[in-house]
């Protein structure tokens, strides 16, 4: 059934009051045509509940708007939604990935996140490349999707928007990997559910690694907005030398600061007993929320990005399949995953609208139940890295 407008409505129901669904609700494929956006193609679902959304589909099929009832929740960074074809991935030293970082979602890889790095290439069995050099979060997230197909699917009574495309990030004596992105929301839900496989296509061993930037923007995060999580332990602060120098612990957000400097925290999640890790950000003074659901088992590890300075202003949820110290970390630990030809990796994550406080209370809740966070603004790192284990496909 479909609920909408305060009724509940069976698709026959639902196909007397309207000539097209797409009044209420629906998936439109449109093209941007102006400033550094000119020349992307766009997705937008309505779900009919007031939840709308964008997908890039030039841009790794990641989300870039969101909303709920005309209030923002994805966050629009000052570079904007850039074209593709104009990002360097080598320049500033590797920092250029930040000249294409905005949108709700970002996502990071495939072979490669955090940090630029070099790893030695002899994996690929080609003397010339003797290194395999990374910039910052690698190079998914700015390829374009070959879109495969988008649209509405009846279930009964039930209505799937969905999308599915594949990104390729391939070359010649190199990675040749593939993600196939399928994202759906049903009508009538304030829900968005994304399900991710990355295989390797190609006949090298290749290393993997994965994380998705979710960043949440203001009025989600506003002074005294919460993060709430199933937190166990808090293994890592970036800024752990110098730790309350801006007043700003990990669990409330401050109001904009001027030169604010990033603030990065890994956190150990205790998962519930169907192995989902629920992490929220909200503002019960507004009744609004949002909250991302993952799975331990694909992401074990969680970090939590900061950026309050004035005019960037945004809050990041970030599922990691590795711990943050990165590729050498992970391989000396025996925690790097490889993936052989045809070896695949799935993730299977939800993104959730708190569209008003009772959303709001029951998802604070339903963490609080898994486990209680610390109650200090600035607990000590532990440095303890619990083993990450099947790394093999």
């Known amino acids: 059934m479909v609920a909408l407008f305060g009724e509940t409505m069976t698709r026959r129901t639902l196909a007397t009051r309207t ?26 679902f309505r ?10 589909v030039d841009r790794a099929m990641d989300i870039a708007e969101c909303d709920h009832a005309g209030r923002a929740i994805g966050w629009h960074s000052p570079s904007g939604f850039r074209h ?33 790095h070099d790893d ?3 994996h690929y069995h080609y003397s010339p490349r003797e290194k395999t050099s990374s910039s910052l979060h690698g190079r998914v997230g700015t390829i374009p999707a070959r879109l495969t197909g988008y649209g509405e699917r009846w279930d009964g009574d039930e209505c799937i928007l969905w999308a599915e495309g594949i ?6 004596f190199g990675e040749d990997l593939h993600l196939i992105r399928r994202i759906e929301a049903t009508v009538g839900g304030d829900e968005i559910r994304m399900h991710d ?43 752990a030398d110098d730790y309350a120098a801006q007043g700003v612990g990990y669990r409330t957000a401050p109001a904009p600061i001027a030169n604010f400097h ?32 993952t799975l331990k088992s694909q992401f074990p590890a969680m970090y939590q990005w900061q950026n309050f300075h004035a005019g960037h202003y945004a809050m990041g949820i970030e599922p990691s399949t590795n711990h943050v110290f990165g ?56 440095g303890n890295f619990p083993s990450i284990d099947g790394r093999s496909a």
């Not at 990104?167 to 010649?172: A, G």
């Open 19 to 44: 000539g097209s669904l797409s009044q209420f609700a629906g998936v439109r494929l449109s093209t941007l045509g102006d400033g550094i956006e000119r020349g992307l193609r766009q997705l937008e």
């Open 47 to 56: 779900t009919g509940t007031g939840l709308r959304f964008t997908i890039l």
């Open 84 to 116: 593709p074809g104009l990002h360097e991935y080598e320049g500033e030293g590797g920092l250029s990935w930040f000249r294409s970082m905005s949108g709700l979602n970002i996502t990071c890889g495939l072979d490669h996140t955090l940090f630029m």
């Open 120 to 122: 030695p290439a002899g």
């Open 167 to 172: 990104v390729q990030q391939s070359t010649v």
């Open 197 to 239: 496989r990355v295989v390797n296509h190609g006949f090298y061993r290749t290393p993997h690694m994965y994380c998705y930037h979710i960043n949440v923007g203001y009025p989600v995060l506003a002074e005294g907005s919460r993060y709430v999580a199933p937190i166990r332990d808090v293994l890592w602060a970036a800024h």
């Open 262 to 293: 990033e603030q990065v925290w890994q956190h150990d999640m205790a998962a519930d007993a169907e192995g989902r890790v629920n992490v929220a950000l909200v503002n019960e003074a507004l009744g609004f929320g949002f909250e991302v659901q």
């Open 327 to 382: 590729k050498d970390f992970a391989r000396d630990r025996d925690e790097l995953i490889w993936l052989e030809h045809g070896d695949e990796r799935r993730y299977d994550t939800v993104l959730r609208i708190l569209s008003d406080t009772t959303a709001v209370a029951d998802a604070v809740a339903r963490i609080e139940r898994v486990a209680h966070q610390p109650t200090e603004d600035y607990p000590q790192p532990s």
